[in-house]
Each structure stands twice: as C-alpha cells, then as structure tokens.
C-alpha cells in the first residue's frame, strides 16, 4: 500500500530524514516512534505530497507521490498533529466541503457523517461554527473526515493527543476496522502502550534514521516497547 524508498528530505545541510525505506502493507497498522525532532512528521508531510524532497520515492499503491500527486492523494488521508481548520464554518460545512473534494456522493456522505457524527457524539455540535470547537472536538471533526471518503491509507500524526479515553477506544476500534477491510493506517505516536497494543509493525526513527522495524512482536520480544525504545536511545546517542 505504501513504499517508502530511500527517503531524504533536507533542510538546508540539515538531513531531517537520512534514506529510510519502510513497506506498509494492506491490512496493517503501522507505528512510527521517535523523540520530538526525530523525522516522524517530516516523513509523514512528504508521504501525504505536502512537502517536497530531495531523494528517494515514495508510491502509494503502486503510484509515485511526486509523479502522480493527485491520483495518490486520492487515495488517502492525513490528520496533522495540530488541525489547522477553516474555523468560520460550520462542522458540517466543513465536512461537506471535504466531501465535495472527494466527490463523495450525496447519499454516502450522509450516512457516513450520520455513523461517525453518533459515534464521537459530535451530531448535536455540527451546526455550530468550528470557531467554538474544543481541541477535542476539532480532532474529533477531523477524524471524520478523514474517513468520509473511505480512503485505502489513513496517515495521523498523534492521532490521539486532545482525545478522551472514549473517543480514543472508538478511534482504535475504526482503525482496525478500515486495516481489517483491506485499507493501511501509518501513525506516529509518543503513546507507547497504545503503539505495542495496537500496531501490527513499528518502527523506530532517531535523527532521522531509522534503528529498527519490524512485526511489533519481533520487535519487543519478551521486553516492553519502552524498554527497547530507552535502550535503542542510549546505543545511538
């Protein structure tokens, strides 16, 4: 679903991310874990064809990001750390917005805003500007349209910072179920029990390098992965 290939994106001399190359595929969920400044966003801005670089490919189902950007964005959706929203409108003009960038039909996007408005108990708040959204709320108005279109990748970057315990549990539940239909989540995370609990693959990136990945299981052993993330730390520090 998603190859990352010898990705390198500079920043001046500056290498924020030094030749990784990861394969998530269809039906996983797949953690990035790393320090703040470690490349996670970075690599998760260029897989979602926001930011340019350098080296490297990145394809989505088969297509590459740089030379077919828009059939790649189709296929996918990214839910920034800090949503950046048009806050004048209401939450659900803006849902209908996205789902008019996507060409999501009348009757779909109905009963999709319908399930997902119920589920995060958001319905009653559609009407409201987005300018009187908690953090919350606003995550909340973002995951949904995020799966408005039924997309076969899902990028989040710290999808659950701002979330309460509830709508954290419905988000995982959502995850697993668009992986379980053949669909692809890549998340960065600081939440290690949630990652160790729920990812089928991991990785862990450091100054941009990547120092391992692999099935979850693999990769934590008969340890926490707190215990390997502190000690991958200390050997490459």
């Known amino acids: ?65 740089k030379q077919n950007p828009l059939a790649c964005k189709k296929q996918m959706a990214y839910i920034p750390d800090n949503p950046d929203l048009y806050e004048y409108l209401t939450g659900i003009k803006y849902l209908n917005f996205i789902a008019d960038v996507y060409g999501v039909s009348q009757q779909d996007r109905t009963e999709r805003i319908r399930k997902y408005a119920d589920l995060f108990e958001l319905t009653d708040s559609l009407k409201e500007p987005i300018s009187a959204y908690s953090h919350g709320m606003k995550q909340k108005l973002v995951i949904i349209s995020a799966w408005i279109h039924e997309p076969k990748l899902i990028l989040m970057d710290e999808p659950f910072v701002g979330l309460d315990p509830k709508a954290s549990h419905l988000l995982k539940g959502m995850m697993r179920e668009l992986c379980d239909r053949g669909g692809a989540i890549f998340f960065s995370t600081h939440v290690l029990e949630v990652a160790e609990k729920l990812c089928d693959k991991i990785a862990i990136i450091k100054g941009g390098k990547l120092l391992i990945s692999g099935n979850t299981e693999e990769v934590v052993g008969n340890e926490s992965l707190e215990d390997i993330f502190l000690e991958l730390e200390d050997k490459n520090a």
């Not at 990035?32 to 996670?40: D, P």
């Not at 080296?55 to 989505?60: F, K, L, R, V, W």
């Open 1 to 65: 679903m998603l190859k990352i290939e010898n990705f390198t994106k500079k920043y001046g001399e500056k290498k924020a991310v030094d030749h990784l190359s990861l394969h998530i595929e269809k039906g996983n969920i797949y953690g990035f874990i790393g320090h703040n400044g470690a490349g996670k966003t970075t690599t998760l801005k260029s897989v979602a064809g926001i930011m340019e670089f350098e080296e490297g490919e990145i394809y989505i189902d088969g297509q590459s990001i």
